[in-house]
Each structure stands twice: as C-alpha cells, then as structure tokens.
C-alpha cells in the first residue's frame, strides 16, 4: 500500500488547501507528450472510418494543460472544448507548451513511440508524421504565422468564453450546456475514465455532446496507479480501508472493472468500432467482495483503448 496517499486521503477530512490533495496529473505539461496523444487519438480514429479532420474536438480530464487541444487546433481544428473535474490547466505551462507543439509540427516530427512514452496504447504500426492525414497544403495552411499568431493571442489573452474564443474550458463540468450538445466532431480521454465515479453520466454525456456520425476514443488504465504494489491491488482493498485512502477528495479511482465500462457505453448508445485490451496476469490471489461480479476477463484487463461512434442520423 501506498501509505502516503492513505496519508491524504485521512488528511481530506481535515481544514488543509484543496490543491495539496490535488496534485499535478503529469503528463501533459509536456509537448512531446500531447503531441504524441493528439496524434495518435487522430491516426487510430482516423484508420478506422473518421474520414475528416474534426473541426470540434472536446477533452475530458485534460490535467496539468491543455495541451493535447492545442495540438488540435494548432493542426487545425477550428475549437476546442475542455472538461475537467479540477480546475488544472489555465496556467503560463500553456504558452511553453504552445510553442514546443508549434515546433514539432513545423518539423513534421515523427510521433513520440514507446521508449518516450510506454504508457501509450495501442501500439502503432508506424510511428513516421502522419502526412496522409495532414497533408503538406493542409499544413500549409494550419501553420502559417497568421495563424497560429492568432492562436497564441487567444491563449495568452486567456479569451475563454468570448464570443470568438476557440477554446472554451469548464471546470467542474456537472451538466450538458445546450450550447454544445451535438456539435462534436471527435472526444477523447486518456486515462482519465477510470477516475470518473458517475461512468453511467458521463457516457451520456459524451453521446450528447457529439453530433451524429460523431467519434469518441478513449485509453482507460485499469491498474491501481500506484496506490499498492501490484497493479490490481485496488481491486482486493477492503471498503473500509478504500474509504480512509479516498477520503473527500475530488478524485481518485472509481475502481470499475473493464465490463463496466462496456455496459454503460453499450447503455449510452454508442457503436464499438475498436476495442484494443491490454491483458495482463492478476498478482492479488483474493479480490474483496464488492468485486465479486468480475468475469476472469475483468481481471486481466489492465487497459484498454476504446473508439466509440454516435450512429449517424438515419435517412
């Protein structure tokens, strides 16, 4: 067990500053990292039927920056729509991450593969820049300092919620805002489903959201993140000791198997276009009773990278 995050979690009953329950979620303080995600997130959605660029693209959970939209309107999405649980991401890391990502499309940089970043999956056939999804005369435009000048303005203006603002950041969101439902093109999490507690709301939410014909991706890492040395210790602590390490903070894990998952996306409507697990052999000999329910492929599911299509409007 992790004592120290037992340590915070008894701590969150106690008078002390939210933000040091809340620490950085790592990760997309960097460049090198969102760039590696977008780009995946867009090469994997876009081999397997999204056939445009989208030019709406929302994140749920986008943590320590926004950097994985940025990387979506830098290449040249016309608005970006983020959806935290925390307020993280609205910081001057934005600006440096800005133009690291700026770099690194002017380069037509190859996408970071698993010696960068190892938690990134699936893995990828072909990690070379994706120039059949984002052609020369595409980039052309996307990148040209008219452009992206504009961009950086916005950001550093912080012009969230003007009328003109390409990117809108909520946090926390509760609600589907009418402005937004069914104007998606493509959402994405990365690892950050497995620490939404209301999964059933959410999905929804994701559905409302996108418009018809509209692509959601998301990677969800099963594993306990740390909290105890095997990776599906979480799934064999006993509720009342979960209680203590959770304790009132914001988020932590939902602990909700893989079937979970497929149930409540199955419920929101959705169509499974991919389904890519990552197996892996339990190390707990005994599960605790809550999870009882887990089939033997719950339990050696310690990822998985889910793309999920709103069915089109039938004519």
């Known amino acids: 067990m992790n004592f120290r995050q037992l340590a915070y979690g008894i701590a969150s009953y106690l008078p002390v500053p939210g933000q040091v329950l809340t620490p950085p979620t790592g990760g997309s303080d960097s460049a090198e990292y969102c760039y590696g995600v977008w780009l995946r997130h867009l090469v994997l959605a876009s081999a397997s039927g999204m056939k445009a660029l989208p030019q709406v693209v929302a994140e749920l959970g986008p943590g320590d920056s926004i950097g994985v939209g940025l990387a979506a309107l830098i290449s040249g999405a016309s608005r970006y729509l983020a959806f935290d649980a925390v307020a993280h ?29 190892p938690e990134l999956k699936p ?37 969230r919620g003007q009328a003109d ?44 959201w996108l418009r018809p014909g509209g692509f959601a991706a998301h990677q969800i890492d099963f594993r306990s993140h740390g909290l105890f040395s095997g990776w599906d210790g979480h799934w064999a602590c006993p509720e009342w000791l979960w209680a203590l390490m959770q304790g009132r903070r914001s988020y932590l894990l939902n602990r909700l198997p893989y079937s979970a998952h497929r149930n409540s996306i199955a419920a929101a409507g959705f169509e499974l276009i991919v389904e890519s697990r990552v197996r892996t052999a339990p190390v707990a000999k005994k599960i605790d009773r809550k999870f009882s329910f887990m089939s033997d492929a719950d339990r050696q599911t310690s990822g998985c990278y889910l793309l999920l299509r709103k069915p089109p409007v039938s004519t």
């Open 89 to 117: 991401a609205f910081a001057s890391r934005n600006l440096a991450v800005f133009d690291g990502l700026v770099r690194l499309f002017n380069e037509r940089a190859s996408i970071p593969g698993p010696s960068a970043f």
């Open 123 to 159: 893995s990828l056939q072909d990690y070379s820049f994706p120039a059949q999804v984002l052609p020369e005369e595409h980039l052309r435009w996307a990148l040209s300092a008219e452009r992206i000048g504009a961009l950086r303005t916005q950001l550093a203006e912080d012009r």
């Open 165 to 208: 603002a390409c990117i809108a950041y909520q946090a926390p969101w509760t609600s589907v805002s009418a402005q937004d439902c069914g104007k998606v093109d493509f959402i994405l999490s990365q690892a950050v489903m497995e620490h939404v507690e209301g999964i059933d709301e959410a999905y929804r939410a994701v559905h409302a």
